[in-house]
């Protein structure tokens, strides 16, 4: 049974930093493309970042380029999504989402695609 399950989220304050952790089960990362998203209330979902740990490649949103950095660690099928410099417009829940075959170096917005497996999502707030 594929499943993502995100960690990490909290309260954190603006200019902090914060870690988020997507672990994947039932599928390896080298086949799938994994993307992070968040969703504020009010608002639509919007993606954030992508990375495909096969060739290493990323992608990330202007709001967030230079902020936040995504990493996998293919040994414990994980992705993390590092949050420094949060700011409170970062507040969301963010989800990890996994799109199988895909590098994210192929498309100009990968976060457009359709995602095959999405995680619960996890609270991330920011305090002024």
């Known amino acids: 049974e594929v499943q993502l399950v995100e960690s990490g989220g909290g309260l954190v304050q603006a200019g902090g930093s914060l870690r988020l952790s997507c672990a994947a089960s039932?599928?390896?990362?080298?086949?799938?493309?994994i993307g992070w998203f968040r969703q504020a209330p009010r608002k639509e979902r919007e993606g954030v970042s992508c990375?495909?740990?096969?060739?290493?490649?990323?992608y990330y949103a202007d709001a967030v380029k230079g902020r936040f950095t995504v990493s996998s660690d293919n040994a414990k099928n994980t992705v993390y999504l590092q949050m420094n410099s949060p700011k409170p417009e970062d507040t969301a829940v963010y989800y990890c989402?996994?799109?199988?075959?895909?590098?994210?170096?192929?498309?100009?917005?990968?976060?457009?695609?359709?995602?095959?497996?999405w995680g619960q999502g996890t609270q991330v707030t920011v305090s002024s």
């Open positions: 989402a996994a799109v199988f075959d895909v590098l994210c170096s192929d498309y100009v917005s990968p976060m457009r695609l359709e995602y095959d497996y």
């Open positions: 039932g599928f390896t990362l080298d086949d799938y493309a």
């Open positions: 990375i495909s740990s096969s060739d290493g490649s990323t």
